[in-house]
């Protein structure tokens, strides 16, 4: 049996903060009562003056591994993981080969089950021509859910796997579309998992297309519109299959209008954004350059605003990165070439706890990106809360020091970001993977010992 005994910290359970000793038994957490009751355990750690948190579940990530190691790697993504308190990641599928069936999922685990310093979960691919047994053959495997990138096809000769559709491609399958989203939904929702959208509805794109030269060419290229409509038209696939649908970095209000809309009507939908959407705006452009080209793209100080509120009232439950690393040299490519994507997983916990405190409430950010998490991703029975019988991922946060975001501190491949030179009124400390220290004092510790997660079905 080994015991981790955490003293004195403001826990933050799902009854709010309160001062309070958390045992962990065997990676399980076993007892969170008041201050001094708890026998001692094997290591005592102080927490005196510190937050205890939930870990993180970044529900968004894109490893790179396998496929493009200059990039990233699952060794380096979970580092970086592990360092800002994000206990699990949930990968995308458009690593090479793209996880369209269950044997490359499976392939995919076991290539980064040895290198993960956090668990990792996978998510399936959903393309133009993917069959219901596919589906069923990849949840049998411990798929998490299903990503549709609307407009991006399945390239079945180039290394690149997803291409946008306007790539001068010959074997370029067709993108996954509304028809294949109406068509699979049925057999996703008997599956009781997640259906994910890339919402960029691609004839919007392709008649606002231009040459990128200025960031407004970005903002003329990719318009909120392209959001709205994809979330519309999925949302009414979404209600009428009953399958669960979750919108992927929301980055407008018009986007969230439309959200709004379907909820309103029925339709079971959860919603994410990322930190880049919270804290910037096109204003911040030319201190950033391409480090802010992302899609879709970060916006008006009006979109910032209106979600911002929308996380702050609980209608945006889940803050994730969309962990998107390039290569220096590909960043710096003039804009129009340069990939879109940016490293984030590191100072995601830090940026939502610095949003949440100026929204008067700190408690905000382990529900962003823990405990809404857990739920889409079908973990919340063991994952998601400071409290007995769930897995001993704890984050001991230091309120009182600072991180300022700057390259030296990251541990993605990918050392600059979006985030470059934001103020965090926190550290992250020390940090628990079911009860095993992965960070001590900011500093990686121990083997790679993370797990591959499997849902619980979500109940229908
Ligand atoms: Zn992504």
Same mark, same amino acid.
């Given at each position: 049996?080994?015991?981790?005994?955490?003293?004195?910290?403001?826990?933050?359970?799902?009854?709010?903060?309160?001062?309070?000793?958390?045992?962990?038994?065997?990676?399980?957490?076993?007892?969170?009562?008041?201050?001094?009751?708890?026998?001692?355990?094997?290591?005592?750690?102080? !927490?005196?003056?510190?937050?205890?948190?939930?870990?993180?579940?970044?529900?968004?990530?894109?490893?790179?591994?396998? @496929?493009?190691?200059?990039?990233?790697?699952?060794?380096? &993504?979970?580092?970086?993981?592990?360092?800002?308190?994000?206990?699990?990641?949930?990968?995308?599928?458009?690593?090479?080969?793209?996880?369209?069936?269950?044997?490359?999922?499976?392939?995919?685990?076991?290539?980064?089950?040895?290198?993960?310093?956090?668990?990792?979960?996978?998510?399936?691919?959903?393309?133009?021509?993917?069959?219901?047994?596919?589906?069923?053959?990849?949840?049998?495997? @411990?798929?998490?859910?299903?990503?549709?990138?609307?407009?991006?096809?399945?390239?079945?000769?180039?290394?690149?796997?997803?291409?946008?559709?306007?790539?001068?491609?010959?074997?370029?399958?067709?993108?996954?579309?509304?028809?294949?989203?109406?068509?699979?939904?049925?057999?996703?929702?008997?599956?009781?998992?997640?259906?994910?959208?890339?919402?960029?509805?691609?004839?919007?794109?392709?008649?606002?297309?231009?040459?990128?030269?200025?960031?407004?060419?970005?903002?003329?290229?990719?318009?909120?519109?392209?959001?709205?409509?994809?979330?519309?038209?999925?949302?009414?696939?979404?209600?009428?299959?009953?399958?669960?649908?979750?919108?992927?970095?929301?980055?407008?209000?018009?986007?969230?209008?439309?959200?709004?809309?379907?909820?309103?009507?029925?339709?079971? &939908?959860?919603?994410?954004?990322?930190?880049?959407?919270?804290?910037?705006?096109?204003?911040?452009?030319?201190?950033?350059?391409?480090?802010?080209?992302?899609?879709?793209?970060?916006?008006?100080?009006?979109?910032?605003?209106?979600?911002?509120?929308?996380? !702050?009232?609980?209608?945006?439950?889940?803050?994730?990165?969309?962990?998107?690393?390039?290569?220096?040299?590909?960043?710096?490519?003039?804009?129009?070439?340069?990939?879109?994507?940016?490293? @984030?997983?590191?100072?995601?916990?830090?940026?939502?706890?610095?949003?949440?405190?100026?929204?008067?409430?700190?408690?905000?950010?382990?529900?962003?990106?823990?405990?809404?998490?857990?739920?889409?991703?079908?973990?919340?029975?063991?994952?998601?809360?400071?409290?007995?019988?769930?897995?001993?991922?704890?984050?001991?946060?230091?309120?009182?020091?600072?991180?300022?975001?700057?390259?030296?501190?990251?541990?993605?491949?990918?050392?600059?970001?979006?985030?470059?030179?934001?103020?965090?009124?926190?550290?992250?400390?020390?940090?628990?993977?079911?009860?095993?220290?992965?960070?001590?004092?900011?500093?990686?510790?121990?083997?790679?010992?993370?797990?591959?997660?499997?849902?619980?079905?979500?109940?229908?």
């Amino acid at each position: 049996m080994t015991e981790l005994l955490i003293r004195g910290g403001l826990v933050f359970g799902p009854d709010g903060p309160l001062e309070a000793d958390v045992l962990v038994t065997d990676g399980v957490i076993t007892r969170v009562d008041a201050r001094g009751s708890t026998t001692t355990g094997e290591t005592v750690i102080d !927490a005196r003056g510190m937050y205890v948190m939930p870990g993180a579940i970044d529900v968004h990530v894109h490893s790179r591994d396998p @496929g493009f190691p200059e990039k990233e790697d699952f060794g380096t &993504l979970t580092a970086a993981a592990a360092l800002g308190g994000v206990t699990t990641v949930l990968d995308m599928p458009n690593t090479v080969p793209a996880v369209d069936a269950a044997g490359v999922l499976e392939s995919k685990a076991a290539l980064a089950r040895p290198k993960a310093r956090v668990d990792f979960g996978l998510w399936g691919l959903i393309r133009f021509s993917s069959s219901e047994d596919q589906l069923e053959e990849l949840a049998a495997a @411990g798929a998490v859910g299903f990503k549709a990138y609307l407009g991006y096809g399945f390239s079945t000769s180039r290394k690149q796997v997803l291409q946008s559709v306007d790539a001068d491609d010959p074997d370029l399958e067709a993108p996954p579309d509304y028809g294949t989203l109406a068509r699979l939904a049925p057999a996703i929702a008997r599956l009781g998992l997640p259906l994910v959208i890339h919402a960029e509805d691609p004839a919007i794109l392709s008649a606002f297309r231009r040459p990128l030269e200025t960031y407004a060419d970005l903002l003329e290229s990719r318009p909120a519109e392209a959001e709205a409509v994809a979330i519309s038209a999925a949302a009414a696939i979404a209600r009428e299959s009953g399958v669960s649908l979750h919108v992927a970095h929301l980055s407008s209000a018009l986007g969230l209008r439309a959200a709004q809309d379907a909820m309103r009507s029925g339709a079971r &939908l959860t919603l994410e954004t990322c930190p880049a959407y919270l804290w910037l705006s096109d204003q911040d452009f030319p201190r950033l350059g391409t480090s802010m080209k992302v899609f879709p793209p970060i916006r008006t100080a009006a979109d910032r605003d209106a979600l911002v509120k929308a996380a !702050a009232n609980g209608v945006i439950r889940i803050v994730a990165t969309d962990h998107a690393p390039h290569t220096d040299e590909e960043k710096s490519r003039p804009f129009g070439e340069a990939p879109s994507g940016s490293p @984030g997983v590191q100072t995601l916990y830090l940026s939502c706890l610095e949003l949440a405190k100026r929204l008067g409430d700190v408690s905000l950010a382990p529900r962003w990106v823990s405990e809404g998490p857990a739920a889409l991703a079908g973990l919340g029975q063991d994952k998601g809360a400071v409290a007995t019988g769930f897995d001993g991922d704890l984050v001991i946060v230091d309120p009182l020091r600072k991180t300022q975001v700057r390259p030296a501190l990251m541990r993605s491949r990918q050392r600059h970001s979006d985030l470059d030179g934001q103020e965090f009124g926190f550290v992250i400390r020390d940090v628990f993977l079911r009860g095993r220290p992965i960070v001590r004092d900011g500093k990686l510790t121990g083997r790679a010992s993370g797990r591959m997660v499997r849902p619980a079905r979500l109940k229908s």
